[in-house]
T-cell receptor, first 117, second 112 residues
Framework: DTGVSQDPRHKITKRGQNVTFRCDPI?????LYWYRQTLGQGPEFLTY????????KSRLLSDRFSAERPKGSFSTLEIQRTEQGDSAMYLC???????????????FGEGSWLTVV | SQKIEQNSEALNIQEGKTATLTCNYT??????LQWYRQDPGRGPVFLLL?????KEKRKERLKVTFDTTLKQSLFHITASQPADSATYLC???????????FGKGTTLSVSS
């Protein structure tokens, strides 16, 4: 069973550097989500894709953040000019469509930890 | 704005007791509510989903209730075990149905 996989699991970077995270969703899922989580908080929604289209972005997703899902399969989340406040766990999740009224669940990856020093 | 509140204080109970966690929400009319478990350093794992027309849902030692009048869900773990120690997250879709919004979670610690 191949669940949602994320890479790298851990990344330490210097402030000002760019980082990129990759997410491979469950193969038949056409919806993909990115979340950010800091200690003591629940996951906070960043953005979501349906196939290759990015349909919603949170206000948390500043101009330094960009996400892509070029062929509707894997996705990347890039953070440019990292700041210490970007230190968090970045979670990717996927689900089948539809979700809201069908009760399809969202499956999360194990997350990518980012530490900005 | 839409808001989900969970008791942010940790819940400490003894093995064998029933743990009850609370989730309250405002400015929502959710079709259903979900509960997730999260272990330290891991991603959340889906546990249970309850629909607005269901008052109660059970799965093994887990029970969830959903009161749309009170805008509250209760999550119960009966005969709790140390392995149940984790953070439990309540989640609802936003009104547009595009994003699952989470509470902060309640950390449960079960001592033997």
């Amino acid at each position: 069973d191949t669940g949602v996989s994320q890479d790298p699991r851990h990344k330490i970077t210097k402030r000002g550097q760019n980082v990129t995270f990759r997410c491979d969703p469950i193969s038949e899922h056409n919806r993909l989500y990115w979340y950010r989580q800091t200690l003591g908080q629940g996951p906070e929604f960043l953005t979501y894709f349906q196939n290759e289209a990015q349909l919603e972005k949170s206000r948390l997703l500043s101009d330094r953040f960009s996400a892509e899902r070029p062929k509707g399969s894997f996705s990347t989340l890039e953070i440019q000019r990292t700041e210490q406040g970007d230190s968090a766990m970045y979670l990717c999740a996927s689900s089948a469509n539809p979700v809201m009224y069908s009760g399809n669940t969202i499956y999360f990856g194990e997350g990518s930890w980012l530490t900005v020093v | 704005s839409q808001k989900i509140e969970q008791n942010s204080e940790a819940l400490n109970i003894q093995e064998g007791k029933t743990a009850t966690l609370t989730c309250n929400y405002t400015n929502y009319s959710p079709a259903y509510l979900q509960w997730y478990r999260q272990d330290p350093g891991r991603g959340p794992v889906f546990l249970l989903l309850i629909r607005e027309n269901e008052k109660e849902k059970r799965k093994e030692r887990l029970k969830v209730t959903f009161d749309t009048t009170l805008k509250q869900s209760l999550f119960h773990i009966t005969a709790s075990q140390p392995a149940d120690s984790a953070t439990y997250l309540c989640a609802l879709f936003n009104q547009a149905g595009t994003a699952l919004i989470f509470g902060k979670g309640t950390t449960l610690s079960v001592s033997s």
